[in-house]
């Protein structure tokens, strides 16, 4: 379920490039895509996932979501805190015309239930970025808080486990870019002999969410494996939209996603 947009202050919508024309900047993952299924065992997590998201860009064309590429690590201590299900780490976000951005990430999960089977958490996580092509041009702010939940759907295995999952998030956005428009001021290919006509900027908070199902492998056995998820997802919310350089409406996106974590240990 889906919350109502927040607003910082009177909406101002960014532009950016066009996707239209075949450049393609920003890409903006709205959620993390991260596991809130308790690993209590000291791990290093990896994870190569596409997550619902979009491209800044095509809030000057047609706002639409976009599966967005990222390639995550995270190190969660275990026995070595106090604190279980504390890990730090980040992920590599990339895609479109721009060689991508790094972001780092934090997250804390806890189980509620004594069976085990129901666990929540957050993900914390944050982005400086900026991109060029075709005389199209942005930079882009974001910081984002995730808060989601893990239910066991089966009994506990050391084989394979069906796990539902879902998460709302929030994430603030300040941006500002240059690009080109055409009469009805929708983005378009630069000309190389012509600048970009015009530039936007943003400040205010994207909500989105997401759920889905996950499939839990051999994450209970006593190794240096300690687990394997493959899962697949849809998510949506609300990202910006533009026309000709000035506000407009925000514009409502979704996606689907889906990934491969791994998580390897002492045994």
């Known amino acids: 379920m889906m919350i109502m947009p927040l607003t910082i202050r009177p909406l101002e919508i960014m532009a950016l490039v066009l996707v239209s024309g ?66 730090a780490g980040g992920r590599w976000v990339g895609g479109g015309d721009e060689s991508g951005h790094f972001e780092p990430m934090i997250r804390y999960r806890t189980e509620i239930d004594e069976q085990q089977r129901v666990a929540v958490g957050l993900v914390g996580w944050g982005a400086m970025h900026e991109g060029s092509s075709a005389q199209a041009s942005y930079e882009a702010r974001r910081v984002a808080l995730e808060v989601g939940a893990d239910v066991r759907l089966t009994p506990k295995s050391r084989w394979v486990e069906l796990h539902g999952m879902a998460a709302l ?58 687990g394997g998820r493959l899962f697949a997802m849809v998510g949506g919310g609300w990202m910006p939209k533009v026309r000709d350089g000035e506000p407009a409406d925000r514009a409502v996106f979704h996606s689907l996603g889906g990934g491969l974590s791994l998580a390897l240990g002492a045994p």
């Open 169 to 226: 998030a929030g994430t603030w956005l300040d941006a500002s870019g240059s690009y080109c428009a055409n009469a009805e001021g929708k983005g378009i290919q630069c000309d190389i002999a012509g600048p970009p006509k015009a530039h936007a900027e943003t400040s205010s908070v994207y909500p989105a969410g997401s759920a889905g199902l996950a499939l839990d492998l051999g994450s209970r056995f006593e190794s240096v494996f300690h």
């Open 22 to 87: 075949c450049t393609t900047l920003g890409p903006t993952p709205m959620v993390s895509g991260q596991s809130m299924a308790l690993n209590p065992r000291t791990h290093v997590e990896v994870q190569a996932a596409a997550v619902p998201g979009f491209f800044l860009s095509s809030a000057a064309t047609d706002p639409e979501g976009t599966p967005t590429q990222q390639v995550a690590g995270l190190f969660e201590p275990g026995d070595w805190l106090p604190l279980k299900g504390l890990s």
